[in-house]
């Protein structure tokens, strides 16, 4: 079955440390997406990809980075210059050229703070 | 901007009485809606959608939503709640000029009790 999966499913930063969440797909979609949720606020946009090498800021990057060199993968760096990483993050993806299909999710990374 | 609104942080119903989960949205252009149900620990799971035509859209587990364009709202229904549909919802809003964001409420916990 196609779907989204994100690894690890649980992971521990140490101080001024790099972390990186893995988002692989198999739908052949061409859009992704990486979301922080924290309790109480509901999604907010990390950054998202439309192509492959392409992406773009969304409303909370600092602390962040990203690659896109292949259609499938789409990792996520939490680097030590986010101060306040402890959050469940959660990757997603869509058909960016139907605007009336939905995004589709994976199973979300949970990080915390060692 | 855009921007939805889930107006209820929390909404809470005896098992078998008919639900409602509120969302509005303010958009430039004609949206998209969607509303999806995350359980705890896992993604977020599509539930629903509204493109155009018939205000009254049904989804999946019996769940249904109706589209308001003069009060611009989207608000989910469910005629007889179950226990297992306890979980957090989320509004969300697709624009057509800028089709690869999507816009997320900040969620609504349902409670059913028994």
């Known amino acids: 079955d196609g779907g989204i999966t994100q690894s690890p499913k649980y992971l521990f930063r140490k101080e001024g440390q790099n972390v990186t969440l893995s988002c692989e797909q198999n739908l052949n979609h061409d859009a992704m997406y990486w979301y922080r949720q924290d309790p109480g606020q509901g999604l907010r946009l990390i950054y998202y990809s439309q192509i492959v090498n392409d992406f773009q800021k969304g409303d909370i990057a600092e602390g962040y980075s990203v690659s896109r060199e292949k259609k499938e993968s789409f990792p996520l760096t939490v680097t030590s210059a986010q101060k306040n990483p402890t959050a469940f993050y959660l990757c997603?993806?869509?058909?960016?050229?139907?605007?009336?299909?939905?995004?589709?999710f994976g199973d979300g990374t949970r990080l915390s703070i060692l | 901007a855009q921007s939805v609104a889930q107006p209820e942080d929390q909404v809470n119903v005896a098992e078998g009485n008919p639900l409602t989960v509120k969302c509005t949205y303010s958009?430039?252009?004609?949206?998209?809606l969607f509303w999806y149900v995350q359980y705890p620990n896992r993604g977020l799971q599509f539930l629903l959608k509204y493109i155009t035509g018939d205000n009254l859209v049904k989804g999946s587990y019996g769940f249904e939503a109706e589209f308001n364009k003069s009060q611009t709202s989207f608000h989910l229904k469910k005629p007889s709640a179950l226990v297992s549909d306890s979980a957090l919802y989320f509004c969300a809003v697709r624009v057509v000029y800028n089709f690869n964001k999507f816009y997320f409420g900040s969620g609504t916990k349902l409670n059913v009790k028994p």
């Open positions: 997603a993806s869509s058909i960016p050229e139907y605007s009336n299909q939905p995004q589709h």
């Open positions: 958009v430039s252009g004609n949206p998209y």
